[in-house]
Every structure is written in C-alpha cells, then in structure tokens.
C-alpha cells in the first residue's frame, strides 16, 4: 500500500519544525558544549547534549514517519460470509476474577460469526477448577498446561498446538470484544493480500488512572498510540502487535515459530517478527473492545514496567538493527516506540541537570544567552503547535511530560537496570478492579515529587542571586528551567495528593477533548 501524503500546508509547517530543530541541536553541539571549562562541565554539557540529540533523533524519525503522512485506518472489503475462515478465539487467563472472565467468555461467543467457524477457547495459566466448570457452562473449550512456563507467550504456543484453524483472534481475561469484532477484521485475511495480523485499539469501562485523579475529560492515556500513532503506522508496516483485541493468522505465527518468548513483551516481539517475513499487518481505528483499566497506582507502575522491560529486552534478543527482513524505515519505527521507555531516564536528568547548575555550579550549556533563547524558541514553539495544535486533542505535549513525570522515579530505575544487563524475565499479571486507596507507591512518588520541587525552588533563589550579585547571565538558563519543572511538579503533587474517582457517566472513547488551559481548570475545580 503506498503512503498517503498529508495536505501541502501541512507539510510546510511540519518542514519549518524539522528545519528549525536540526538548526537547534547543530547549535547545542557545535557552539554550547563548555569545552573550555572543567572536565565536570564538560562531562554534564555532553550528557545534556545526548538526550536532547536523541529526543530531536526520535522527533526527526515521527517527522518522517508520522507527520507528514496521512493518518488512516483501512475499512475491511466486504466477502462473501461462505468465504470467512475458521477462527480460533484465545482468551488468556491466570488468576483474574471469575466474574469478569466470565463476561469475557461470554462477549466472545455472542460476537456475530458462522457458528460452525467461531471456535472459543479459554486458556488457563493457572489450572483452575473453577474456571473449566465455567468454560463447560458457557459452552466453550478449555485448555490448560501442566505449567505456565513463559507466561502467556507459553500459554498461547500450548493452545496453538490444541487448535487448527487458520486464524487466532486474542483477548485478554477483561476485555470483551464487540458483536461486529470478527466481521470488522477477519475479511482483511480473504481480500488475497499476504496479511499477518490486524490490531484494534484498546478501550475501557471505567476511567484510567489519571483521568480517575485528575479528570474525566482528558483524553484517555493511550488514545494517541492507537489513533495516531498506530494508524500512521500503516503507511509503513510497522503496526504494533498489543497481544489483545486482535486477530493473527496462524501460518504468519508458525513462519516465526508462535509466539515469542524471548521477551515478557511477546506481542511487539512476535509482530516485529511477522512484519520481518513480509506479511503486512494493519492498524485500525474502530474500537471494538472494551475491558477494565487499572485505578491502582502500584498495578499501574507494574503494567508499565513490565512494558518497558519487555520492549528493551525485545531490542536486545532479535539485534533489532541486525535483524533481516525490516526495512530500515521499520527498524527506525521499532527503534524509536522502544527507546520511548527511557522517558523516565529523560525526566530524571532533565529536573537533576538545572540543580547541578544552581547548587554546584555546573555549566553544562555555554554561549551567548540572546542566541541561544532565539534559536531555542523557534524550534520549541513551533514544535509545540505543531504537536498541541495541528496535531489534534489526542495529545498534548505538556501532559505527556507530565504523565512522564510522576511516572518517572519508578519507571527510571527499573529501566536502567534493563539496559545494563540486569534483566528481569518476571512476568506479573495485571490486576484489575482493585480497589483504588493510596498504598506504598503513592508515597514514594509523593516524598519524591515533593522532594524535587523543594530543590527547584531553592536553585531557582540560588539561581536568581548567582545572576543578580556575580552578573552571570548563563544561570537564567537554569532558572527558567527549574520554573517550568516546578509547574510539572505541581500537576505530579496533585495528581499524588487527589483520590480516584468513580464517574456515574464515563463514556469511554468519547470524552470531551480539552486544551492544556481548560485541563488545569476542570482540575483545579475537582472535575
């Protein structure tokens, strides 16, 4: 399928931001390294010059990739039903509750398919008796193991062994899928084309753990992945596999020999693999099934940790820039959706590196201040509109950082750990439905994020006299630095210090879209 272009206008102001940004990191890394000064200075000067090159690299690859291709979701081709294939209908559990595997079970034999063709089984990790006299009453097969060794990876290998039809549609435990789910995605697999895999988009019941805190009008926190991103991803076959919600053809899983399980993040890593024998796999904006997202902090901070983890060990097991078959466009896509795990590695030394300014004195930027505010700004702005007003409410850059943010002394760690060899093959289920009253890890980050801002605010005083007595200029750098992480950390506190809330009314999918300035009202008035 060949690219869809964006409009013209687009593109120009996108090509503006490109330009304005390479002029900016060409400017940081030629002129404002401080190789003059001590071999401390030089070292933070280089250290803040890596992360903001590879943040402008993974901006440089979204712009080519992203922005200025056309976001789209292809419509399924309309068959004749006596052509549908056999599919056989995964649903994965260990230890959830009954109650909502039952729902599950249920949503899934309900969806509209030829019944003699639709095939639910569920496969049980963890042997219970319970859930084979649930299967028998609902009418659907059972499949257990005498051990659940690789977690749902090993799960799913051991069902695909127990069944035989051509594709394999997936469900997590809590999410239910639509009546239309098959008819929505199972035609792509007949249209002739050589297709691996279809991915719908997540969708919840209830409100995410920042919406449940801050409000119910922000947009829900994965919306941008799987109504943008994903969606641009088409344009060049690297739509991600989210190991849910979709539908995987058996011969694509038998070529890369099931799924992965090199990695606890088996979906990406078996999707990347399908896409590196040729099949194509396609994104689609319909959401067609909907589950129970966490309102639990610690679950939460587990889920995501567990995400990242596996993404890094996935770079790390298949040599990503080594592996045969991806283009080096997809590998560049792969690159960057896994390198975003190391935003909590990025915010940390963004809020340490002005304090090591303003307490120790460490000039880790050099250089005219009028210049460097000049070229900073038109890179910054234009990226700002770009990304908050052009394109549209699904994201907002300064939530991103701030959702970053109160992540960030747990994510950071955990991910370090990965990229140094430490590697952690532990694979936690996530637990929904868990009641939402603050515990262990509430605290940590509130002790943390009350920590920094103290520190910002005491380096932004120290910072204001170092320019005022000593008429050292350059420290106004680091003093609006600290300015803007102070009001991030603000938003990180109240998100720590508000109670989740349970909305009578969420509608999930279809949540007013606000602007940054209507966000910080809605919150500061509890909505």
Not at 209 to 217: D, E, G, N, P, V
Request: overall charge positive; hydrophobic content about 45%; glycine content about 4%.
């Amino acid at each position: 399928m060949k690219p869809k272009f964006a409009n013209p206008i687009k593109i120009i102001l996108f090509s503006l931001t490109f330009f304005a940004t390479i002029i900016y990191i060409t400017y940081r890394i030629v002129f404002t390294i401080p190789f003059n000064l001590r071999p401390v200075d030089i070292i933070f000067g280089i250290i803040v010059a890596i992360v903001e090159f590879i943040e402008i690299f993974e901006f440089c690859v979204y712009f080519r990739n992203t922005l200025i291709y056309k976001k789209f979701s292809p419509k399924a081709p309309k068959v004749d039903e006596s052509s549908l294939p056999d599919v056989d209908v995964f649903v994965a559990t260990y230890n959830e509750d009954l109650a909502l595997l039952e729902k599950t079970l249920s949503a899934c034999t309900n969806m509209k398919y030829p019944a003699k063709k639709l095939h639910v089984f569920v496969c049980d990790d963890g042997g219970r008796k319970d859930v084979e006299k649930l299967a028998k009453r609902l009418k659907v097969e059972y499949i257990s193991r005498d051990n659940n060794i690789f977690a749902k990876a090993g799960n799913y290998n051991h069902a695909m062994k127990k069944t035989d039809s051509p594709l394999i549609a997936v469900f997590d435990a809590d999410m239910r899928p639509s009546k239309d789910f098959l008819m929505k995605t199972v035609p792509f697999f007949v249209d002739g084309e050589k297709i691996g895999f279809v991915q719908t988009p997540q969708s919840f019941n209830n409100p995410d753990i920042f919406q449940a805190r801050l409000s119910k009008h922000l947009p829900f926190e994965q919306d941008y992945f799987y109504h943008y991103i994903q969606l641009a991803r088409n344009n060049h076959n690297s739509t991600i596999l989210c190991g849910t919600n979709c539908v995987i053809s058996r011969e694509a899983l038998k070529s890369v020999g099931g799924f992965s399980t090199a990695t606890i993040a088996e979906d990406i890593a078996t999707g990347m693999l399908i896409e590196s024998k040729g099949y194509r796999a396609i994104a689609i904006a319909d959401v067609l099934a909907h589950g129970e997202a966490t309102s639990n902090l610690s679950s939460f901070l587990k889920q995501r940790s567990r995400w990242g983890r596996g993404c890094i060990q996935t770079m790390k097991a298949y040599e990503l820039f080594r592996l045969k078959g991806l283009t080096l466009r997809q590998k560049f896509d792969y690159f960057v959706a896994i390198n975003y795990w190391c935003f909590g590695i990025r915010r940390i030394l963004y809020m340490v590196l002005p304090l090591l300014f303003a307490f120790f004195g460490i000039i880790a930027i050099q250089g005219d201040l009028q210049v460097f505010v000049v070229i900073f700004l038109a890179q910054y702005l234009l990226r700002r509109f770009l990304l908050d007003v052009l394109e549209g409410s699904y994201s907002s850059a300064t939530w991103t950082k701030i959702y970053e943010l109160i992540q960030a002394p747990f994510m950071a760690p955990v991910i370090l750990k990965e990229l140094i060899g430490f590697s952690n093959k532990k694979f936690a289920v996530t637990k929904k439905g868990e009641k939402t009253k603050k515990g262990h890890a509430d605290i940590i980050l509130l002790l943390v994020h009350l920590a920094l801002l103290a520190a910002n605010v005491a380096g932004i005083v120290l910072s204001y006299q170092r320019v005022q007595d000593e008429n050292l200029s350059i420290f106004i750098i680091p003093m609006v630095w600290m300015a803007i992480n102070s009001l991030y950390l603000l938003a990180a506190l109240i998100f720590d210090l508000r109670r989740s809330k349970h909305y009578k009314n969420f509608k999930p999918n279809k949540q007013v879209k606000y602007r940054f300035k209507t966000y910080l009202g809605l919150i500061a008035r509890g909505k």
